[in-house]
């Protein structure tokens, strides 16, 4: 029985006129409910593209606010938007794109106690999320609860997608993402998007893939990425796809953890062991004359873009500057957040025996929001 009015099938009917997509296609998206996680770089085009193609109900989870910085990717979002609550202004904006939709807002962080109340009314679960903690909470939550996971990461120039725990037709489940990656990263190894950059066209590419990823296995139509890896390398425009094989001996989840732990992030009961120097010390520090060598453990040309007068001495290779590191007064080494200048400490204390050494905490975004509002923050 045909479920769509006549503007309705105005507006899909470039779906409609495919083939093996035809009316039956567009029926089963109108009956998918989507829960997408994130609404920034990733979330952005996904969103835009499952309210274009008429998911039926899409579901938003984001506790951030819209930031300038945010803007050279975040294509869901104006500047009249900065401040304002993510999950709030792409619902309004999606609403204006297709009224035929039903949003579902959740301005809340995705954690160990909501997450398996807000995912088992959905699908499908796209991960548009830019930290570990997450990843494995949306992948154990979609695991437990017999959900699809639509998986996206992006990182520089570098984009990865896939569908973990897609329902094969012989009733199994396919890899999900601790097959793949059974154990995070050691903490700050791998630097987020924050942290390290992403090119701003690239989770518009990567996000599109997650969308027609959704529209597959919603529709029922085309061969979802279940046990496929897709690599794309937006510098040298090359893709891969990889197998991910089905383990012989899976993962047994049963339940939520306490993620920031399992990543190596949880608040520590151990006193801080390196020491430390907040902007405003700092800045007092400085304005009093005291001896304070600054090091600044960034690349080149992020002091081009923000600059608080450091010597520059890069974290790749600290090592290599250990001799033009004072041992007397007071060393301040910084970076963009704080840590990789901590990382810095860490190394020069036990390599090198220095014990006047200080992390500037928050880095440069710290320095620019509580001391000096005209260094930009990147």
Known sequence: MN???KEELERYSRHLIIPEFNLKGQENL????????????L??????YLTAAGIGTIGIVDFDVVEDSNLQRQVLFTTKDIGKP?????????RELNSFITFNVFNDMLNSG?????????DIVVDGTDNFPTRYLVNDACVILDKVNVYGSIFRFEGQVS?????????????NYRDLFPEPPPPGMVPSCAEGGVLGVLPGIIGSCQANEVIKIASGVG?????????????TFETRIVSIPNPTSKI???KLIDYDDFCGIGKSTEPEKIKSMTPIQLSENLKNGNNIQLIDVRESYEQDIANIGGELMPLNGIETFADKISREGKVVIYCRTGVRSKNAVEKLEKEFGFDNLYNLTGGILAWSNDVDPSVPKY
Do not use: M
Request: hydrophobic share 40%.
């Open 223 to 235: 061969d979802p990425l279940s046990g496929r890896l897709f690599l794309f390398d937006a510098f």
């Open 3 to 5: 479920q769509f009015s």
């Open 30 to 41: 109108k009956n998918s409910k989507v829960l997408v996680v994130g609404s920034g770089g």
């Open 86 to 94: 993510k999950a709030e202004v792409a619902a309004r904006r999606l």
């Open 114 to 122: 909501n997450a398996l109340d807000i995912i088992k009314d959905y």
């Open 163 to 175: 569908v973990f725990n897609y329902l094969n037709a012989d009733g199994t489940r396919g890899p």
């Open 43 to 48: 979330g952005s085009p996904t969103l835009l």
């Open 252 to 254: 047994r989840i049963e």
